[in-house]
């Protein structure tokens, strides 16, 4: 398996502009997260999905963030607009919920600058 | 929710030498995972270990749900240790892990 796949890898855009991260999740999983990195705060959960239905997005910052899962292979993260303080590393994960384990595989992050 | 702690906070180690990584949660936890985060960026999973011991090559975590911590060791470190390592945990009526603040790692050669 190819694990799970994010894009863009780097992202650069100007304050105002919409930004659109997207993720695949490994095949066969049926929980997906979105996390943001930063130094000042680590690593956050901002949303997380079951079966394509979003569970939980009490992390989500404000209503600029938005994301969707409409299949199971597929999510976007969308900033709109965009402003410098979202300037993070944005990680897709992964899991599966079956047979009592929950391990989650990330993938290689999204490092999105907002000027 | 629950708490999370790491230590130490930052480790400095000469190749070849042991170390031992801990992580305090507030409340009981399940799902406890370890991860580390390679100088790249990229996240690894460790182990998924809600209780008892593994090992894995020079790395082995035990965790002991009742007094609500878990260990990493790390034995005869490498240069490739490097990196930052985050445990995580669910609480028992949580939907989601949180995340300790990671204990940065460096071997130096």
């Known amino acids: 398996d190819a694990g799970v796949i994010q894009s863009p890898r780097h992202e650069v855009t100007e304050m105002g502009q919409e930004v659109t991260l997207r993720c695949k999740p490994i095949?066969?999983?049926?929980?997906l997260f979105w996390y943001r990195q930063t130094m000042m705060r680590g690593l956050e959960l901002l949303i997380y999905f079951n079966n394509n239905v979003p569970i939980d997005d009490s992390g989500m910052p404000e209503d600029r963030f938005s994301a969707k899962m409409p299949n199971a292979s597929f999510s976007t993260l969308k900033i709109q607009p965009s402003e410098p303080r979202d300037s993070a590393v944005y990680f897709c994960?992964?899991?599966?919920?079956?047979?009592?384990?929950?391990?989650?595989?990330f993938g290689p992050g999204t490092r999105l600058t907002v000027l | 929710g629950i708490q999370v702690e790491q230590s130490p906070p930052d480790l400095i180690l000469q190749e070849g030498a042991n170390s031992t990584l801990r992580c305090n949660f507030s409340d009981s936890v399940n799902n406890l995972q370890w991860f580390h985060q390679n100088p790249w960026g990229q996240l690894i999973n460790l182990f998924y270990?809600?209780?008892g011991t593994k090992q894995n090559g020079r790395l082995s975590a035990t965790t002991v749900a009742t007094e609500r911590y878990s260990l990493l060791y790390i034995s005869s470190s490498q240069t490739t240790d490097s990196g930052v390592y985050f445990c995580?945990?669910?609480?028992?009526?949580?939907?989601?892990?949180?995340f300790g603040a990671g204990t940065i790692l460096r071997v130096k050669s």
């Open positions: 095949s066969g999983h049926n929980s």
């Open positions: 270990i809600p209780s």
């Open positions: 995580a945990g669910r609480g028992e009526y949580g939907n989601k892990l949180v």
């Open positions: 994960a992964s899991t599966s919920r079956t047979g009592g384990t929950d391990t989650q595989y």
